[in-house]
């Protein structure tokens, strides 16, 4: 009779790590906060277009990215571009914040105020932040990757 409460501790359990999945490509549980997560130097690992990867084709035209996030809720990024694009970096810099129950991440830029993105998060773990947003009627997915 004692395994009934050992059963139902177990199925509870259960049902908490299925029930704690924020985002649609998980992780499902992470003792890391969403914060300390998003916190870091990332680079794009993967780029997709309407679901095709377009990762080469965006290396024809961007030679390398940083993009960083602080604990305290600024962000830089600089891109350097191939000569294909006419060379150069750019950067910018601004704050950063989880909208719409951290589902989503909204940055406004220091440089020009009104630029303001919002992406939607599908994967936040220590070395994955993966997220999508729509550009006209184009769909793109990012996966970004330490840049360390």
């Known amino acids: 009779m004692k395994m009934k409460p050992v059963m139902i501790a177990l199925f509870a359990l259960a049902a908490l790590h299925t029930g704690c999945k924020k985002y649609e ?8 906060s969403k914060k300390a997560r998003v916190a870091n130097q ?9 679901g095709a990867d377009m990762t080469s084709d965006y290396r024809t035209g961007t030679a390398s990215e940083l993009m960083e996030f602080t604990k305290d809720g600024k962000y830089t990024f600089t891109a350097t571009y191939t000569p294909a694009f006419g060379g150069g970096t750019s950067t910018d810099n601004g704050t950063w914040e989880f909208i ?17 993105d919002t992406i939607h998060i599908t994967r936040l773990k220590n070395q994955e932040f993966w997220h999508s947003f729509k550009l006209g009627a184009d769909e793109y997915e990012i996966q970004m990757i330490p840049a360390q």
């Open 100 to 116: 719409h129950d951290k589902e989503e991440l909204r940055t406004v830029s220091a440089v020009n105020a009104s630029d303001v």
């Open 42 to 50: 990332w680079k794009v690992g993967a780029y997709y277009k309407n």
């Open 25 to 32: 490509e998980g992780p499902s549980l992470s003792l890391r």
